[in-house]
């Protein structure tokens, strides 16, 4: 009869890796957190007195012959485990529950569990005895004994092998040792590092150690180096000596992980979220009708069925549905499906997510959240506090609102535990709208700091009607430190209204002075305190309450506001838009989307393609294929769409027989494909960000010079030169305000769906913040979702001063972009110092960086910092240009020693077209007029550190 413990599972909300985990049989955790087990299942003859009965815990080894630790804990009572990142590796400890207090051997109830970390050392010493520490000098006969301490590879089979610091091509002994615990041992011979050396042994020679880990890798130190143990050998030679050892006590570690107790109740953690509809859970929502576009015959159901899972989700994505692959295998029946042929198969409901946020705009909704353990049905109460004191008095918590109709003002937020979380909606803003305008106006200036006294220099009068004047000119000259006055100080600010404030309507004598407050320009930075009262004990915590992890209450984004707003001028001026061109009268905007050219709206049925038919003007001079809103040509839209075109016959045309080139088609990479209302919108961003390139004009608030890089495309718009009738430009500008206004607010005409920046690889500026003239706060990308080249064995060895195969360390970061000339951004606010312009494209060359610009910059911590932007194709800047980050400074390219040489179709110097890249360096000084920072080796510094996107030890995104 089969009573006990059947299976056990792990309880935790977070700590453990499912992509290295095998489910009912292996668990893969992190290191250094508490791992939470609990019983799953009982064999059914189990009785209810039993299954409360005290249970023993059984922490065994890898085979399950030697239990390391036995622990009875009280039914319901997690047992946790802690695995300590020496104890980490391929090595997989044995976990098991018994309600007899012993090893089942007949049935596997338990699971492996093994940890995982960073491989490396951390910490290495010789010695010439076993077992005891003797550092003196080394002489050819001796044997050495090395001892090391790692992380991540217990229970692997490592590889330490010997180097002449004269040879470092072969390894002189190689010896291979199981690392126990986190601990190994080896025992090299001298007399083999003798017979090495190349030549006669100098006086003194110098030998390292290196490990090479199970995968071929080699292992290295808390400072990355992989020359693990270093050792002198003086030029003596003595006979061996074999010494019986004198402590014949075997080597103990500590074999057992260390044990915390866990706690039956907690609050785990508090943050702020964001609700994404993206927990795929197991409830039928409906049925899905998928119909074949085209035949398919003899179909892959794997390759089928994951093409048509791509294809749906998204369009089921905004009514929180999702498809489950093996749904749509299974319904794939037949092995050929004709055109219009349609399968079914359920969708299923997409349940929420809290998705923890480090930042959002005042009067934003957002969650508070905070996870629990065990604490279900009861009230969690959670406070919002400042770092620093800057909206609110000290020590008080900040008030918000309640997100919902005539929500309240809540300085305590009260939420009940549902499934482990306990949840608050509310925006981030105080009930009434006076306070609001306060916090706004607090938020713009920062912390209010000391004083600042202003000297007149010369007698001048003030008057009501010339205050507002001189209170600008007064704040400069604080500023930039003039009249004989001390500038304002680093990291803070002023501002005119303050010095307004301070002005009398009066006559100041020289030497007069007045004084007006400064302020500390920093982020509104929150953490949380969550409470709540459990069984026995009140839990309380901070959450959030260190450097690094603040909530910080940001800017309100515009950005994609200013885009759409601009793409509702354009439609104005090219007469499909809410207004009759030049004029106030309104006209119904959908009809846009279906006006071809000349025409009033409904002149065609939107379908999946342009509608392709050339009308005329009203007096026959102009003929054109525009169609849709934003009257896209049939041969732009060929373009957009993938498709090589010619010149012929006086206009543009798609290319005969077809070539279609699969990386140019910007409707498919951009989910745009078809004449949908939303797909003409979504080209619309196509050709603004990739042909007009004026994203970075509408960032930066210019929107002349949008007008103008966009006036050779849509002709209707002011100054362009086609011959057709053009927008008066401040009626053009009028509409533009109007329209950014309703888009700020909500309220949009448009059909592509809010959110669109991340599809379109588009930088939000916001987030790059505001900088003073003295540093630069903020850092941005050189190129939207920046990766690391995987080219030269991989993306670690495309790093700052990685060895990864080369003579020299890497002097830099490469960032990947392929064949593809794309822009190069600054990422740092500064000054232009130096450019090379004079390689033409793909110009090679085996001892230069090619075309290149060099940044001067002060960071956020007023250091300075010189940026050097490599390779390039083109440079769009030139000596003593003032940037900003996130403007652009070139085109990326393949000059220099990254050129590609072919002969006879082979590559026989520079670097492939795929593995193309941005080389980029920085330091801490430089010598002006150069093209490199070898003169100044020693002050080049990690580029990566002015980088706004940031990576892990393995080169990929965090």
Request: aromatic residues 10%.
């Given at each position: ?18 992509d290295?985990s ?8 992190k ?12 064999y ?28 009875i804990?009280?039914?319901?009572t ?9 104890l ?15 090893h ?12 995982k970390?960073?491989?490396?050392i ?10 005891t520490?003797?550092?003196?000098e ?5 044997d ?36 126990i ?7 090299f ?5 003798f ?35 270093s050792?002198t ?9 074999f ?12 074999s ?16 702020f ?10 409830e039928?929502?409906?049925q899905?009708?998928?119909k074949f ?6 179909i ?9 899972k791509?294809?749906?989700d ?20 037949e092995?050929?499906?004709?055109k ?6 359920n969708l ?28 279900d049905?009861?009230?969690?109460s959670?406070?919002i ?5 800057i909206?609110?008095?000290a ?14 003002e ?6 009940t ?15 009434a709208?006076?306070d ?11 912390k ?8 007149f ?11 507002k ?10 500023k ?13 600010t ?14 100041y ?9 400064t ?8 953490w ?7 069984e ?5 915590k901070?959450?959030l ?10 800017k ?10 601009f ?13 009759i061109?030049?004029?106030k009268?309104a006209r119904?905007?959908?009809l846009?989307y ?9 002149n065609?049925?939107?379908s ?12 026959n ?6 169609a849709?809103?934003y ?28 070539e ?9 990479k ?15 961003v196509?050709?603004l ?15 002349k ?10 002709v ?5 030169t ?42 939000c500026?916001?987030d790059?913040?505001?900088?003073t003239?003295e ?7 050189v190129?939207p ?14 790093r ?8 020299n360390?890497?002097?830099g ?6 064949d593809n ?9 500064g000054e232009?110092?130096f ?7 793909n ?17 956020k911590?007023?250091?300075?910092v ?19 980050h996130n ?16 002969e006879?179709?082979?590559l ?19 010598v ?27 080169g990929?995104?965090?």
């Amino acid at each position: 009869m089969a009573k006990g413990v059947k299976k056990i599972k792990w309880v935790g909300q977070s700590g453990a890796l499912r992509d290295f985990s095998l489910q009912n049989k292996i668990l893969c955790i992190k290191p250094n957190q508490t791992a939470p087990f609990m019983v799953d299942e009982w064999y059914s003859e189990t009785t209810e007195e039993e299954k409360r009965r005290n249970i023993t815990w059984l922490w065994m080894d890898q085979k399950k012959k030697k239990i390391f630790k036995k622990e009875i804990r009280s039914a319901g009572t997690p047992f946790g485990v802690n695995l300590p990142k020496k104890l980490c590796g391929s090595y997989a400890f044995y976990l098991e529950a018994s309600l007899y207090g012993s090893h089942d051997r007949n049935a596997n109830t338990g699971l492996h569990v093994y940890g995982k970390c960073e491989k490396k050392i951390t910490s290495s010493s010789w010695s010439k005895k076993e077992n005891t520490a003797d550092n003196s000098e080394i002489n050819y006969g001796h044997d050495l004994f090395i001892s090391l301490e790692t992380e991540g590879v217990n229970g692997d089979t490592l590889t330490l092998e010997s180097y002449s610091a004269k040879k470092t091509e072969t390894p002189i002994q190689t010896v291979n040792v199981k690392c126990i615990n986190g601990a190994l041992k080896a025992k090299f011979t001298t007399m083999s590092c003798f017979m090495a050396v190349p030549g006669l042994p100098s006086d003194l020679e110098n030998f390292y150690i290196k490990v090479l880990d199970i995968t071929g890798e080699y292992l290295k130190t808390e400072s990355g180096n992989d020359k693990i143990v270093s050792f002198t050998i003086k030029n003596k030679r003595v006979m061996p000596v074999f010494e019986p050892p004198t402590n014949t006590t075997p080597l103990t570690v500590d074999s057992t992980p260390k044990e915390e107790e866990v706690k039956t109740e907690g609050i785990i953690t508090a943050y702020f979220a964001k609700e994404e509809f993206s927990l795929e859970t197991a409830e039928v929502a409906d049925q899905f009708e998928y119909k074949f576009k085209n035949r398919n015959a003899n179909i892959d159901k794997d390759k089928i069925a994951a093409i048509i899972k791509k294809n749906v989700d998204p369009q089921v994505k905004a009514d929180k549905k999702y498809a489950k692959l093996d749904d749509i295998k299974n319904a794939l029946i037949e092995r050929t499906y004709e055109k219009g042929a349609s399968i079914s198969f359920n969708l299923y409901k997409l349940g929420a997510n809290y998705i923890k946020i480090n930042s959002a705009p005042l009067e934003e909704e957002v969650y508070v959240v905070a996870k629990t353990f065990l604490l279900d049905g009861k009230e969690v109460s959670i406070t919002i506090k400042e770092k620093e004191t800057i909206l609110i008095d000290a020590d008080a918590n900040v008030p918000v609102l309640e997100a919902k109709e005539d929500g309240a003002e809540l300085a305590t937020l009260k939420a009940t535990v549902e499934k482990g979380i306990a949840k608050v909606k509310i925006k981030l803003r105080p009930k009434a709208d006076e306070d609001l305008k306060e916090w706004k106006e607090k938020l713009l200036k920062g912390k209010k700091e000391e004083a600042y006294r202003y000297t007149f220099k010369n007698e001048t009068v003030i008057t009501d009607s010339n205050k507002k004047q001189f209170a600008v000119i007064i704040l400069n000259n604080a500023k930039e430190g003039k009249q004989g006055n001390a500038k304002i100080a680093t990291g803070k600010t002023a501002f005119a209204d303050d010095v307004e404030k301070a002005l009398k309507s009066e006559t100041y004598s020289s030497g007069a002075t007045i004084s007006f407050d400064t302020y500390k320009t920093q982020a509104e930075s929150l953490w949380l305190k969550a409470e709540c009262q459990g069984e026995t004990v009140k839990h309380e915590k901070e959450f959030l309450k260190r450097d690094g992890a603040y909530f910080i209450i940001g800017k309100k984004c515009e950005c994609e506001a200013r885009i759409r707003a601009f793409m509702r001028v354009i439609r104005i001026a090219e007469g499909t838009g809410e207004y009759i061109k030049g004029t106030k009268q309104a006209r119904d905007p959908e009809l846009g989307y279906t006006t071809w050219f000349s025409g009033a709206g409904n002149n065609f049925t939107l379908s999946d393609d342009h509608p392709r038919v050339i009308n005329s003007n009203s007096t026959n001079t102009i003929r054109s294929s525009a169609a849709g809103a934003y009257q896209i040509m049939s041969w732009k839209s060929d373009n957009l769409n993938g498709y090589t075109l010619v010149f012929k016959d006086g206009y543009f045309q798609k290319k005969l027989p077809e070539e279609y080139i699969e990386k140019y088609d910007k409707a498919k990479k951009y989910d745009a494909k078809g004449f949908s209302k939303e797909a003409q919108d979504k080209l619309c961003v196509a050709i603004l960000k990739d042909d007009a390139k004026v994203i970075n004009a509408l960032q930066k608030k210019d929107i002349k010079e949008a007008i103008s890089k966009s006036s050779g495309i849509w002709v209707s718009l002011p100054g362009a030169t086609a011959g057709q009738p053009t927008a008066k430009m401040q009626e053009t500008l009028d509409y533009y305000e109007e329209f950014l206004k309703d888009e700020l607010a909500g309220k949009s005409n448009l059909h592509i769906k809010q959110g669109f920046l991340k599809d379109f690889d588009i930088k939000c500026s916001c987030d790059l913040g505001d900088c003073t003239e003295e540093k630069c706060t903020q850092y941005a990308d050189v190129v939207p979702n920046p990766q690391i080249s995987t080219d030269n064995g991989g993306k670690k060895n495309n790093r700052f001063n990685s060895a990864g195969g080369r003579k020299n360390p890497h002097r830099g970061v490469d960032i990947y972009t392929g064949d593809n000339k794309v822009d190069v951004h600054s990422l740092l606010c500064g000054e232009v110092v130096f450019t090379v312009t004079s390689f033409a494209t793909n110009e090679y060359n085996s001892t230069s960086l090619g075309n290149l610009v060099v940044v001067k910059s002060k960071d956020k911590n007023d250091e300075v910092v010189y940026i050097m932007y490599c390779h390039l194709d083109s440079v769009k800047v030139a000596k003593n240009d003032k940037v900003k980050h996130n403007d652009v400074i070139g085109i990326s390219g393949s000059t220099g020693n990254a050129g590609s040489v072919y002969e006879n179709g082979k590559l026989i110097h520079g670097i492939s077209p795929e593995n193309y890249h941005i080389h980029i360096e920085a330091s801490t000084s430089y010598v002006a007029g150069t093209a490199t920072f070898k003169n100044v080796a020693s002050s080049r510094v990690n580029p990566e550190d002015y980088m706004k996107t940031k990576f892990d030890i393995d080169g990929e995104k965090i």
